[in-house]
């Protein structure tokens, strides 16, 4: 049994090198960037030459192998801005090859450990499409948390440089480079674009898009409507610096007194996986009945779905928004 599974990993990796290999551009997208650059050539308008220069430069980063891994995956857009949300320099094709080799990896272990190929291959694939998903989630909510504690701090350091007298462009560059990690480089991003022509409403919106926490649209809202309504921006920044201090300190209110119940979910749902693994380690014999006895497989079914119920209302009943 073994052998054969080697000779069909095999030949899967050599017929995906092939397809990598000798795949080709697409040609929607050749289409499309020709009509695109057509356009651009025959434009006067100097912000369609900025919008296009900007494109150049991105599009810059994606390798032919980033391409050829984004053909797979359904929404490569989306999964681009949450790589871009980590703050590291990761590509599609990293992400991909990090999926692929966790895949194989864990289907060749269980494989040798005797496990059933269909099982093999089911939880390689899940371990393969999950572990990235979750250390990507895990990269982006910590980024998000130290953006967030950091961000009034950095908002009072922009009513300081407002309240001396310094326009609002130069004091973006000012907080940029005096506050560290994610605030100080989100700034930054903000005043390069600017220096490059980006107005700074599209600026900070678009840095809004990528972030994507409520905070900093906040900010971004404040901004907006003081430049159309006019009025005092430090003492509405200043106002602004205080209520994401309360929301934050509500924040640990709500995770302190949920932990306990978020515990009691945690427990209660991992313990069946456990137990089946732990029983599976003693006896493997005895809990391949589950994959060839139709009527356990059912059991087992069935019990993964009110499993899968139970957890999902546990999961709605700690979860709050603020």
Same mark, same amino acid.
């Given at each position: 049994?073994? $052998?054969?599974?080697?000779?069909?990993? @095999?030949?899967?990796?050599? /017929?995906?090198?092939?397809?990598?290999?000798?795949? @080709?551009?697409?040609?929607?997208?050749?289409?499309?960037?020709?009509?695109?650059?057509?356009?651009?050539?025959?434009?006067?308008?100097?912000?369609?030459?900025?919008?296009?220069?900007?494109?150049?430069?991105?599009?810059?980063?994606?390798?032919?192998?980033?391409?050829?891994?984004?053909?797979?995956? #359904?929404?490569?857009?989306?999964?681009?801005?949450?790589?871009?949300?980590?703050?590291?320099? %990761?590509?599609?094709?990293?992400? @991909?090859?990090?999926?692929?080799?966790?895949?194989?990896?864990?289907?060749?272990?269980?494989?040798?450990?005797?496990? $059933?190929? /269909?099982?093999?291959?089911?939880?390689?694939?899940?371990?393969?499409?999950? &572990?990235?998903?979750?250390?990507?989630?895990?990269?982006?909510?910590?980024?998000?948390?130290?953006?967030? &504690?950091?961000? $009034?701090?950095?908002?009072?350091? +922009?009513?300081?440089?407002?309240?001396?007298?310094?326009?609002?462009?130069?004091?973006?560059?000012?907080?940029?480079?005096?506050?560290?990690? #994610?605030?100080?480089?989100?700034?930054?991003? =903000?005043?390069? *674009?600017?220096?490059? @022509?980006?107005? +700074?409403?599209?600026?900070?919106?678009?840095?809004?898009?990528?972030?994507?926490?409520?905070?900093?649209?906040?900010?971004?809202?404040? &901004?907006?409507?003081?430049?159309?309504?006019?009025?005092?921006?430090?003492?509405?920044?200043?106002?602004?610096?205080?209520?994401?201090?309360?929301?934050?300190?509500?924040?640990?209110?709500? *995770?302190?007194?949920?932990?306990?119940?978020?515990?009691?979910?945690?427990?209660?749902?991992?313990? $069946?996986?456990?137990?089946?693994?732990?029983? %599976?380690? =003693?006896?493997?014999?005895?809990?391949?009945?589950?994959?060839?006895?139709?009527?356990?497989?059912?059991?087992?079914?069935?019990?993964?779905? %009110?499993?899968?119920?139970?957890?999902?209302?546990?999961?709605?009943?700690?979860?709050?928004?603020?």
């Amino acid at each position: 049994m073994l $052998p054969i599974i080697l000779l069909a990993l @095999g030949t899967f990796g050599v /017929l995906a090198l092939l397809v990598i290999a000798f795949s @080709g551009p697409s040609a929607a997208r050749a289409v499309e960037r020709r009509m695109m650059e057509l356009k651009t050539r025959h434009s006067q308008s100097a912000s369609v030459k900025m919008e296009a220069q900007m494109r150049r430069i991105t599009a810059k980063n994606d390798t032919r192998m980033d391409e050829t891994f984004a053909r797979f995956v #359904p929404r490569p857009v989306l999964l681009k801005k949450r790589l871009a949300m980590t703050g590291k320099n %990761w590509t599609v094709s990293q992400y @991909g090859m990090a999926a692929g080799g966790i895949t194989i990896v864990t289907a060749l272990l269980l494989a040798i450990k005797g496990a $059933p190929f /269909l099982l093999a291959l089911l939880l390689g694939v899940f371990l393969g499409l999950g &572990i990235p998903h979750m250390a990507v989630g895990y990269f982006i909510k910590r980024r998000i948390n130290q953006f967030t &504690i950091k961000f $009034p701090d950095a908002i009072e350091l +922009l009513v300081r440089g407002l309240r001396s007298g310094l326009p609002i462009t130069e004091t973006m560059g000012v907080v940029g480079h005096e506050v560290e990690g #994610p605030v100080g480089d989100e700034f930054r991003s =903000v005043a390069d *674009k600017m220096k490059i @022509g980006r107005t +700074l409403d599209a600026a900070l919106q678009e840095t809004s898009d990528r972030l994507g926490t409520p905070e900093f649209q906040f900010f971004v809202i404040t &901004i907006a409507i003081q430049r159309e309504t006019g009025g005092n921006l430090a003492e509405t920044l200043a106002n602004l610096a205080t209520v994401l201090r309360q929301r934050a300190q509500m924040k640990l209110k709500i *995770k302190a007194m949920s932990s306990e119940s978020k515990a009691s979910a945690y427990i209660v749902g991992s313990l $069946p996986f456990i137990v089946f693994g732990l029983i %599976w380690m =003693v006896n493997n014999d005895y809990m391949k009945n589950f994959f060839t006895d139709e009527r356990l497989m059912v059991a087992g079914l069935g019990g993964l779905i %009110w499993m899968g119920i139970g957890v999902f209302i546990m999961a709605k009943m700690v979860s709050f928004e603020i």
